[in-house]
C-alpha cells in the first residue's frame, strides 16, 4: 500500500487476555518503529527494528510485551495479560534506512481499550 | 540518550497570526522531523530537517543543527492549524526517533 497500514483501529479486551496488533510498513522500508501514546501524553518509544539487525527493545515496558518482524515486512505487537494502564494508542512508523534519507511515516494507529 | 525539549508548551493563537515553535536537542542528530498531531490523532509529516530551510506554503522550519535547535513558522494561522506538532529527532542512521513532549497550538476563529 501507499502508506503504513495497522489493525485493528479499533480493539477493546477484558483485564487479562492477550492481544495482537499488526503493523504493515511501507514498501521497501527496512526499519520500523513501535510507540505507545496514552490520553493526552506525548509518544512513548517501545521497540525498533532495522532489517536483519538485532531489535531495540530497551522501550518494552514489561516482559509481558513483545514484538516480532516476519521476513523483514510485517510486524506483530503482542501484549499478554493486559491490564488496564496499557489503554492507550499504539502507533507504527516506518522509514528507509540510508544514507540521506531516513523520514519516518506513521500508520493511523490502533487504540486498544482494556477493560 | 538525547534530550528533546520543545517550547513552548501550549500556544493559544487569533487566526491570521504568526507562531514560531523550538525544538533544542542536546546531541548531534541524523534526522529531525516535524509532525502535526491532528484532533483524530493522526500524525502528518511537516518536514525532514536534519539541516538547513524548507518551506511549506505557510509553514516553514529551520535547523540550525550546529546549535542544536529548530524553528518551525506558522504564518497567517488557521483553526484547521490546532492540534499537537511534536519534534522527534534520530542520534545515528539504525537508532529509534525520540519525540519532545510537544506544542499543543490553539487557534481560535
Known amino acids: 500500500g501507499a502508506g503504513v497500514s495497522q489493525s485493528p483501529s479499533n480493539k477493546v479486551t477484558e483485564k487479562g487476555k492477550d492481544v495482537e496488533l499488526r503493523c504493515d510498513p511501507i514498501?521497501?522500508?527496512?526499519?520500523l518503529y513501535w510507540y505507545r501514546q496514552s490520553l493526552g501524553q506525548g509518544l512513548e518509544f517501545l521497540i525498533y527494528?532495522?532489517?536483519?539487525?538485532?531489535?531495540?527493545k530497551s522501550g518494552l515496558p514489561s516482559d509481558r510485551f513483545s514484538a516480532e518482524r516476519t521476513g523483514g515486512s510485517v510486524s506483530t505487537l503482542t501484549i499478554q495479560r493486559t491490564q488496564q494502564e496499557d489503554s492507550a494508542v499504539y502507533l507504527c512508523?516506518?522509514?528507509?534506512?540510508?544514507?540521506?534519507?531516513?523520514?519516518?511515516?506513521f500508520g493511523q494507529g490502533t487504540r486498544l481499550t482494556v477493560v | 540518550g538525547i534530550q528533546v525539549e520543545q517550547s513552548p508548551p501550549d500556544l493559544i493563537l487569533q487566526e491570521g497570526a504568526n507562531s514560531t515553535l523550538r525544538c533544542n536537542f542536546s546531541?548531534?542528530?541524523?534526522?529531525l522531523q516535524w509532525f502535526h498531531q491532528n484532533p483524530w490523532g493522526q500524525l502528518i509529516n511537516l518536514f525532514y530537517?536534519?539541516?538547513g530551510t524548507k518551506q511549506n506554503g505557510r509553514l516553514s522550519a529551520t535547523t540550525v543543527a550546529t546549535e542544536r535547535y529548530s524553528l518551525l513558522y506558522i504564518s497567517s494561522s488557521q483553526t484547521t492549524d490546532s492540534g499537537v506538532y511534536f519534534c522527534?529527532?534520530?542520534?545515528?542512521?539504525?537508532?529509534?526517533?525520540?519525540f519532545g513532549e510537544g506544542t499543543q497550538l490553539t487557534v481560535n476563529p
Open positions: 512508523a516506518s522509514s528507509q534506512y540510508r544514507t540521506g534519507n531516513t523520514e519516518a511515516f
Open positions: 514498501s521497501g522500508h527496512t526499519a
Open positions: 527494528f532495522q532489517g536483519n539487525s538485532a531489535p531495540d
Open positions: 546531541d548531534s542528530v541524523n534526522n
Open positions: 530537517i536534519p539541516s
Open positions: 522527534a529527532v534520530q542520534e545515528t542512521s539504525g537508532s529509534r526517533l525520540t
